[in-house]
């Protein structure tokens, strides 16, 4: 008797268990961010090498501040050198990790919406890029403040802020450093002027970023011209400006299907298929 109780408890936990499984299972479609997203958001080679460029960027800090001649913005103007000193950080992929909004794209099998990032981001639950806080915290340490430019759009400025907070970021509660998209008439997608707004009153000491327009303006550039901006540049890069990885999204993207944005992603594959070189097999 008592061997029959046990036995029906066990069938019936074991049928509850795989009720559990069936109802949290995703099913697994073919999806182009599939693997973009789960390398930024399991794998240690993502974590360590986020942490390898913010390590190269307190190196950097050190070098900066001793050099008054140094600046990271080409918008930074004369007479500089001895105003207080800033770094500018982008947000997104940079240092908050928005990698699960990433994944719900992949699991609900839609694309980015401002319609679902507004609600993202005034839950303000994304998690922090690996070694950010600590770069953060050794700049402030050292007297330089933090500049946080976002394309996040300025209705986003309560929970990106409150989202920084909860994470244990600084933020500068005295003046406005957390600068958002829109926030006025001149501050557009391009981050230009932003830098130009800082670089007024401070002597900008790095850019930080995942994106080509976190340094420079390079709107509906080609993947020559970026590839031109890059060699322009070629000193400024592991420099002034540090970059992030962020396989998941960015103008990357875009320029490899002339910013199409509007094609199906069936055009998009195609375009994409047709920006990459091929290796062929000998016969
Ligand atoms: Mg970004």
């Known amino acids: 008797m008592k061997y029959t109780k046990y036995t029906l408890s066990t069938v019936a936990t074991i049928a509850l268990l795989g009720?559990?499984?069936?109802?949290?299972?995703?099913?697994?479609?073919?999806?182009d961010l599939l693997n973009a997203t789960l390398w930024t958001q399991t794998s240690v080679e993502f974590k360590?090498?986020?942490?390898?460029?913010y390590k190269l960027a307190e190196v950097m800090l050190d070098r900066a501040i001793a050099d008054k001649n140094w600046t990271a913005a080409l918008e930074q103007g004369d007479n500089y050198q001895n105003?207080?000193?800033?770094?500018?950080?982008?947000?997104?992929e940079t240092v908050l990790d928005n990698s699960e909004y990433e994944a719900w794209l992949i699991?609900?099998?839609?694309?980015?919406?401002?319609?679902?990032?507004?609600?993202?981001?005034?839950?303000?639950?994304?998690?922090?890029?690996?070694?950010?806080k600590a770069f953060i915290d050794y700049a402030k340490s050292k007297g330089v403040e933090v500049f946080y430019v976002s394309n996040r759009k300025a209705p986003g400025e309560v929970g990106t802020r409150k989202n920084l907070a909860n994470l244990?970021?600084?933020?500068?509660?005295?003046i406005d450093?957390?600068?958002?998209?829109?926030?006025?008439?001149?501050?557009?997608?391009?981050k230009s002027t932003r830098r130009?707004?800082?670089?007024?009153?401070?002597?900008?000491?790095?850019?930080?970023?995942?994106?080509?327009?976190?340094?420079?303006?390079?709107?509906?550039?080609?993947?020559?011209?970026?590839?031109?901006?890059?060699?322009?540049?070629?000193?400024?890069?592991s420099s002034k400006w540090i970059t992030i990885a962020n396989p998941m999204y960015g103008s990357w993207e875009g320029a490899s299907f002339g910013y199409n944005w509007k094609a199906s992603g069936e055009e998009k594959r195609q375009m994409k298929m047709e920006a990459m070189k091929y290796w062929e097999p000998k016969q």
Do not use: C, Q
Not at 20 to 30: F, N, R
């Open 168 to 174: 244990g970021y600084y933020v500068n509660d005295k």
């Open 196 to 237: 130009a707004h800082v670089a007024k009153d401070f002597r900008i000491l790095l850019l930080l970023g995942d994106n080509l327009g976190d340094f420079v303006d390079a709107k509906k550039a080609t993947l020559a011209d970026r590839n031109a901006i890059l060699a322009k540049y070629s000193d400024n890069w």
């Open 83 to 92: 105003k207080p000193t800033a770094v500018i950080l982008d947000v997104d």
């Open 19 to 31: 009720t559990a499984v069936a109802s949290t299972a995703v099913k697994a479609e073919p999806n």
């Open 107 to 132: 699991k609900a099998n839609t694309n980015y919406s401002s319609k679902t990032w507004g609600p993202y981001v005034d839950a303000a639950i994304s998690k922090p890029i690996p070694g950010s």
């Open 48 to 53: 360590a090498a986020s942490m390898a460029s």
């Open 177 to 190: 450093t957390v600068l958002l998209r829109g926030e006025t008439k001149e501050w557009g997608r391009e």
